[in-house]
């Protein structure tokens, strides 16, 4: 599934969801007054733009993840390197560590992930 990247509002909406799901829509309208000023019509139509999109569903007034916050930054990852770098992780990888200078931890546990992968395969 490639899901649109979520703008600046939409994701400090979906953190609100991802941080307390599973969640009533009346508790849902609540918190989006006190951190984003919201009135209930706004929250009802962005929630429903994102349940449109497979993040969420608002199962009978019960708002659940369909799309954890870790598996939507993984997706939004492999879309950036798909079209930014042709899909090569070793292309990324490079461009990443060229702008700077990775600590000797930061190898360490690439080349961990690397031997993880390999195990794996």
Known sequence: METKR???IETRFA???WANAPLSS???VRLCAEAL???KSTTYTVLKKLCDRGLFVNDHGTVRVL???AEYDSMQSTQFVNEAFSGSL???LSAFAAGKK???PEVDELQRMIDSYREEG
Request: zero cysteines; charged letters at 20%; proline letters at 14%.
């Open 37 to 39: 000023g919201w009135k």
């Open 6 to 8: 979520l703008g600046a």
């Open 67 to 69: 799309v954890t916050r």
């Open 90 to 92: 070793p292309a990324f």
């Open 15 to 17: 953190e609100l969801i």
């Open 102 to 104: 990775l600590t000797p």
């Open 26 to 28: 009346p508790e849902l």
